[in-house]
C-alpha cells in the first residue's frame, strides 16, 4: 500500500540551529501537509501546499517556517532557528483530488528535539 | 470555541466488547466533512473513516462504524469486538468546505483507548 515517508525520524538540535525535515508524499497526490504535535496535546494544522504554492497555513507557520517542493518527489520543512517549543512531532500529508472525501494519509511523523 | 470536541480523555474496554468513542463538532457551514484517525503508541496516524455532511447513511470500515447525528453535531465512533491491537490514541477531525483540499483538518485532543484482555 502506497505510504508516505519521513525522514529523520527523530532528531535533537540545539536551539538555534537549522532544522529541515523531509518527506516523500505519495506519488499520485497533488496535495501535501504538514502538522505538528507537540507531546500530549492535540494535533495542530501548519501549513498546506498545492501546485508548489501555499495554499493555506496557521498562526503557528509563522516566518521562521518554510515550506519547499524541491524535486518530483519531495517535500520538505524548514525551521530556520529552532526554539525550545518547537519540539514536537511532525507529520507529513498527503491527499490526492479525485475522491469526495479527500482523506489526508499521514507519514509515521518526524519528532524534533531542540535543546 | 472548541471546533472538535472529544469529551472521553481515557476509555477501558473489555476485549471483544463494543466501545463508543465520543466527538462532537461546531461549524456553521453546511458542507464539511468528518474523519476518524488511530495512532497507535509507534506515533504514526492511521486513517480509519470518513463522514460527509450530506451522507445519507453512516459511514462503515469493517469493525469500525460512526454514528453521524448531524442535529446534535455528533460523530462518534464505535469500534465493534474489540481487539487488544486496538489500544491506541483516537482522534477525531474535521474539514469545513471538504471539495477544497487546501483546507486544514482540525483535530480534538484525542481519546486513549485502553483495551483489556
Known amino acids: 500500500e502506497p505510504e508516505v515517508t519521513q525522514t529523520p525520524s527523530h532528531q535533537v538540535t540545539q536551539m538555534g540551529q537549522e532544522v529541515i525535515l523531509r518527506c516523500v508524499p505519495i506519488?499520485?497526490?497533488?496535495?501535501f501537509y504538514w502538522y505538528r504535535q507537540i507531546l500530549g496535546q492535540k494535533v495542530e494544522f501548519l501549513v498546506s501546499?498545492?501546485?508548489?504554492?501555499?495554499s493555506e497555513k496557521s498562526e503557528i507557520f509563522d516566518d521562521q517556517f518554510s515550506v519547499e517542493r524541491p524535486d518530483g518527489s519531495n517535500f520538505t520543512l524548514k525551521i530556520r532557528s529552532t526554539k525550545l517549543e518547537d519540539s514536537a512531532m511532525y507529520f507529513c500529508?498527503?491527499?490526492?483530488w479525485g475522491s469526495g472525501a479527500n482523506v489526508l494519509t499521514f507519514g509515521a511523523g518526524s519528532r524534533l528535539t531542540v535543546l | 470555541a472548541q471546533k472538535i470536541t472529544q469529551t472521553q480523555p481515557g476509555m477501558f474496554v473489555q476485549e471483544k466488547e463494543a466501545v463508543t468513542l465520543d466527538c462532537t463538532y461546531d461549524?456553521?457551514?453546511?458542507?464539511?466533512?468528518l474523519f476518524w484517525y488511530k495512532q497507535p503508541s509507534s506515533g504514526e496516524m492511521i486513517f480509519l473513516i470518513y463522514?460527509?455532511?450530506?451522507?445519507?447513511q453512516n459511514a462503515t470500515e469493517g469493525r469500525y462504524s460512526l454514528n453521524f447525528q448531524k442535529a446534535r453535531k455528533s460523530a462518534n465512533l464505535v469500534i465493534s469486538a474489540s481487539q487488544l491491537g486496538d489500544s491506541a490514541m483516537y482522534f477525531c477531525?474535521?474539514?469545513?468546505?471538504?471539495?477544497?483540499?487546501?483546507?486544514?483538518?482540525?483535530f480534538g485532543g484525542g481519546t486513549r483507548l485502553m483495551v483489556k484482555p
Open positions: 477531525a474535521m474539514r469545513e468546505r471538504p471539495n477544497n483540499a487546501g483546507n486544514m483538518l482540525t
Open positions: 461549524t456553521s457551514d453546511p458542507s464539511y466533512g
Open positions: 506519488s499520485n497526490h497533488l496535495y
Open positions: 463522514q460527509g455532511s450530506y451522507d445519507q
Open positions: 501546499f498545492y501546485n508548489n504554492e501555499i
Open positions: 500529508a498527503s491527499s490526492d
